[in-house]
């Protein structure tokens, strides 16, 4: 494209319609519209008209937290059939999820909304990854750890720059119950490439475990140790196989802590359980020790 047909009336009116429904100024962005069909009548609008009529719509309604989660579905997949780049409509998210929440400030007292949806969540879409870092933090602390809000928690410190702690978190979201089919939630696109790379699908993060492709689960003390074990004592017999690797492999980490027939029955337990991914990870020990 050619720099001076920025600058063109019909082009710089355009983008200032784009511009006032990304903000979510529908009631510019309206006059805008009508100023632009009135001034040429000839042009060809793909979908602005249609998104300033519902954008009104929603703009004169009052949304809490879900029935604004619901509002903004259905116009995220109106877009999805539109021709809308990524880029804006990621803009316009980012803008409804902000103005959502700063509207919505008498509910961020409690940690989750009437349907069960994390408020993380809405700081997430709204891209303020460390106040949703906050709430995941809090809500693990208040209501309980899961899967959903641990890799939630993972996807806030991808954000934040922190790949390794992320990929703690998502590893910590497997243990806690993470379904093949939740990896579409993980953010890190080249962890979760890595994923889908392994030999075999269930067995995908305790590859990553056995060749040191996850941050070492150690704990800083006795108490955290034992704390782990009490968390995940039913889950060392009951969970499939390849979650009940990964803890044993998290017991072998921590040899400080261990005795030594603690230590012998967690590898014996790798074993048994995966035995080629023992050798694998007994050969990486012998090798960093």
């Not at 690797?245 to 072998?252: K, N």
Request: a positive charge; one cysteine or more; charged letters at 30%.
């Amino acid at each position: 494209m050619q720099q001076g047909f920025l600058f063109e009336p019909e082009v710089m009116a355009r983008t200032e319609l784009q511009d006032a429904i990304a903000r979510l100024d529908f009631h510019s962005a309206m006059r805008r519209l009508e100023e632009f069909q009135r001034v040429w009548p000839e042009a060809k609008l793909t979908w602005e008209p249609e998104l300033v009529c519902a954008g009104s719509r929603m703009a004169a309604k009052l949304l809490d937290l879900d029935s604004g989660y619901g509002a903004w579905q259905k116009l995220e997949a109106r877009l999805n059939t539109l021709d809308v780049s990524r880029s804006w409509t990621a803009s316009l998210r980012r803008n409804f999820f902000s103005r959502l929440l700063a509207s919505n400030r008498k509910l961020f007292e409690e940690l989750r909304t009437a349907a069960d949806r994390s408020l993380g969540d809405f700081y997430l879409l709204a891209e303020q990854p460390r106040n949703a870092r906050r709430r995941c933090e809090n809500e693990i602390r208040q209501i309980g750890d899961g899967w959903k809000v641990r890799l939630q928690l993972g996807n806030c410190d991808f954000r934040l720059g922190h790949g390794a702690v992320a990929h703690a978190n998502y590893h910590w979201s497997f243990l806690l119950g993470l379904p093949d089919d939740g990896w579409a939630l993980i953010e890190d696109l080249r962890f979760l490439a890595r994923l889908r790379s392994a030999d075999e699908t269930e067995w995908a993060f305790p590859e990553l475990c056995a060749a040191g492709e996850l941050p070492p689960a150690r704990f800083s003390s006795r108490g955290e140790f034992d704390g782990f074990k009490r968390k995940f004592g039913a889950a060392f017999t009951e969970s499939p196989s390849s979650r009940r690797f990964c803890l044993y492999w998290i017991v072998s980490e921590n040899k400080p802590f261990c005795s030594d027939g603690e230590l012998i029955d967690s590898r014996r337990q790798l074993k048994a359980l995966h035995p080629r991914l023992h050798v694998q990870y007994m050969q990486r020990l012998a090798q960093v020790s």
